[in-house]
């Protein structure tokens, strides 16, 4: 794979981040209305004819805005991530887009639905191959439709945005002339889409069909490629269509997971039974249980002198990774020192996924230790405590695991982990600047450190372009050579830099959407 590609699809991976980002309080939020809805959970006050209930119906209704509307959302996170100018403009235009291309569908097929192999009389769900898309019925091309024309409209938007038209051609500059070649971009994305879609969409069942009676090795290579690909970006193309796409399941297993959980703890039968694809939705347990043992190690073959330093900065990327399942923070103080550890950890992740799988265990457990407990256990614990118990030995007893491994390789092999480098960080005497802005607390502010993280690249006359995911400011340098050294970033409160080619990735943490938009704010300037 070329590099180009390799940081096109990088950057894909980004703009596919912006929607999940918002899963966190809306699953939360259904995971928590279900309960409070369910009388064997908490007994006579959820009765269907109080005021209680019915908010709740209100609230859970709110909450599952964003998974009924995913498509929609994936492909407006595309132009969020990716627009090179006027990013509000280009989220207008892909939306029109958008519309514009199921509107197409919807009477393409009310035409000439059998000629495609479809038929359009069907309801939306199911077998059909039909779904609604804001009030539209269309084809179920599911987040893959959506993306494909995000990245369409967003392309056009970047090139034809800033095109000077002649005067009296004016009306037609900017968005106006990106959704007049987007509309008919879309048609004949429509007719394409009509034509190829079915047979895909019959391939897709197969495999689901496939991986769902793969097994605990499928569980197994799952989990393996989705913890491997962190540091190249490319892991939201792994768990992106499991996850929220119809790779294994209709909708994707957190939909899907969500909208049964009560049938599958109340069918008496075992879990894994039910609900196989839950197997799918397992690496999250490697943030919470692989991440204590990880950080333990970590800080027990640290220097004695360092161990409060190292203390510092693993006890928030840990907390972070356990409680919200974001792991980057606490992975990236030793991928880029120690290869071979995140090697290990992600056969760790793997191996752990598939020992739960083949104890029973399944769910929506693709984050941390806050959806584990309000998105499952307190579901399955009513029916199946037994589960829940045998859920938290086995984790446990693989953060023994990690802790025993890790601790053990970086000892033999006398790996240069944090706190334990031959010369230690950069000590400095502080000017009196240092201390009053230290006072300040300025040195933590999201445009303090986008000034330094621009300065350490070489300042806005070297950056090409911007944009980030989770935890992760990705930038392309025109000159990567007078990008300074990664204690320069670390000193502006980075946990560490990623550089291959003109592509650098600055590891900022949870902060980063804010980091960034002081970044670009200082490019304009």
């Given at each position: 794979m070329s590099i180009n590609i390799k940081e096109g699809m990088q950057r894909f991976g980004a703009a596919m981040f912006v929607p999940v980002l918002l899963f966190s309080f809306s699953g939360l939020l259904v995971g928590l209305t279900i309960v409070f809805k369910d009388p064997n959970i908490v007994g006579s006050i959820a009765n269907p004819d109080s005021f209680f209930y019915k908010i709740l119906?209100?609230?859970?209704?709110?909450?599952?805005?964003?998974?009924?509307?995913?498509?929609?959302?994936?492909?407006?996170?595309?132009?969020?991530?990716?627009?090179?100018?006027?990013?509000?403009?280009?989220?207008?235009?892909?939306?029109?887009?958008?519309?514009?291309?199921?509107?197409?569908?919807?009477?393409?097929?009310?035409?000439?639905?059998?000629?495609?192999?479809?038929?359009?009389?069907?309801?939306?769900?199911?077998?059909?191959?039909?779904?609604?898309?804001?009030?539209?019925?269309?084809?179920?091309?599911?987040?893959?439709?959506g993306i494909l024309v995000g990245g369409i409209v967003t392309a056009i938007h970047n090139r034809y945005y800033e095109l000077q038209l002649p005067d009296y051609l004016g009306v037609f500059q900017g968005t106006s002339l990106v959704h007049l070649i987007g509309f008919f971009a879309m048609f004949a994305l429509a007719f394409t889409t009509c034509w190829i879609w079915p047979p895909i969409q019959r391939g897709i069942e197969a495999m689901q069909g496939f991986l769902a009676s793969s097994g605990a090795i499928g569980v197994w290579i799952f989990t393996f490629l989705e913890r491997i690909l962190i540091p190249t970006g490319l892991h939201h193309f792994?768990?992106?269509?499991?996850?929220?796409?119809?790779?294994?399941?209709?909708?994707?297993?957190?939909?899907?997971?969500?909208?049964?959980?009560?049938?599958?703890?109340?069918?008496?039968?075992?879990?894994?039974?039910?609900?196989?694809?839950?197997?799918?939705?397992?690496?999250?347990?490697?943030?919470?249980?692989?991440?204590?043992?990880?950080?333990?190690?970590?800080?027990?073959?640290?220097?004695?002198?360092?161990?409060?330093?190292?203390?510092?900065?693993?006890?928030?990327?840990?907390?972070?990774?356990?409680?919200?399942?974001?792991?980057?923070?606490?992975?990236?103080?030793?991928?880029?020192?120690?290869?071979?550890?995140?090697?290990?950890?992600?056969?760790?992740?793997?191996?752990?996924?598939?020992?739960?799988?083949?104890?029973?265990?399944?769910?929506?457990?693709?984050?941390?230790l806050l959806?584990?407990?309000?998105?499952?256990?307190?579901?399955?614990?009513?029916?199946?405590?037994?589960?829940?118990?045998?859920?938290?030995?086995?984790?446990?007893?693989?953060?023994?695991?990690?802790?025993?491994?890790?601790?053990?390789?970086?000892?033999?092999q006398d790996l240069k982990t944090p706190g334990r480098e031959d010369?230690?960080?950069?000590?400095?005497?502080?000017?009196?600047?240092?201390?009053?802005?230290?006072?300040?607390?300025?040195?933590?502010?999201?445009a303090d450190q986008a000034i330094a993280f621009l300065s350490a690249l070489g300042g806005a006359e070297n950056i090409d372009s911007v944009t980030n995911c989770a935890t992760r400011l990705r930038v392309m340098v025109k000159n990567p050579n007078i990008v300074q050294s990664p204690n320069i970033f670390k000193e502006a409160k980075a946990h560490g830099i990623m550089k291959e080619g003109h592509s650098v990735q600055v590891i900022v943490g949870l902060s980063v959407p804010q980091v960034r938009s002081k970044f670009e704010e200082l490019l304009k300037k």
């Open positions: 119906v209100i609230l859970e209704e709110g909450a599952w805005t964003i998974f009924r509307n995913m498509p929609l959302f994936f492909c407006l996170g595309i132009p969020i991530g990716l627009s090179k100018t006027a990013p509000e403009r280009a989220v207008l235009a892909t939306f029109i887009c958008y519309l514009s291309f199921n509107y197409f569908i919807a009477a393409i097929l009310g035409f000439w639905g059998p000629n495609f192999g479809v038929d359009f009389n069907q309801a939306v769900g199911g077998v059909s191959g039909l779904t609604l898309i804001a009030g539209i019925k269309t084809l179920d091309t599911s987040i893959l439709g792994i768990y992106g269509p499991f996850a929220f796409g119809p790779a294994v399941v209709e909708n994707g297993i957190v939909v899907a997971w969500f909208e049964n959980v009560n049938t599958f703890v109340n069918s008496g039968l075992p879990l894994k039974e039910v609900f196989p694809e839950g197997g799918f939705a397992l690496h999250g347990n490697s943030k919470v249980f692989g991440s204590v043992g990880i950080a333990l190690a970590l800080y027990t073959t640290a220097k004695p002198e360092n161990k409060k330093k190292i203390a510092a900065l693993l006890i928030p990327a840990t907390l972070t990774a356990i409680i919200v399942g974001i792991t980057e923070p606490l992975e990236f103080t030793f991928l880029f020192i120690a290869p071979v550890l995140f090697l290990i950890h992600s056969l760790l992740a793997a191996t752990l996924a598939m020992c739960l799988y083949m104890a029973g265990i399944v769910g929506n457990q693709g984050a941390g959806e584990l407990i309000t998105a499952n256990w307190i579901f399955t614990f009513k029916n199946y405590p037994e589960l829940v118990f045998l859920h938290i030995i086995i984790g446990l007893s693989f953060t023994v695991i990690w802790f025993v491994v890790f601790r053990f390789i970086i000892l033999k010369n230690a960080e950069t000590i400095k005497l502080y000017t009196k600047e240092d201390v009053e802005s230290k006072k300040k607390g300025s040195n933590s502010t999201f």
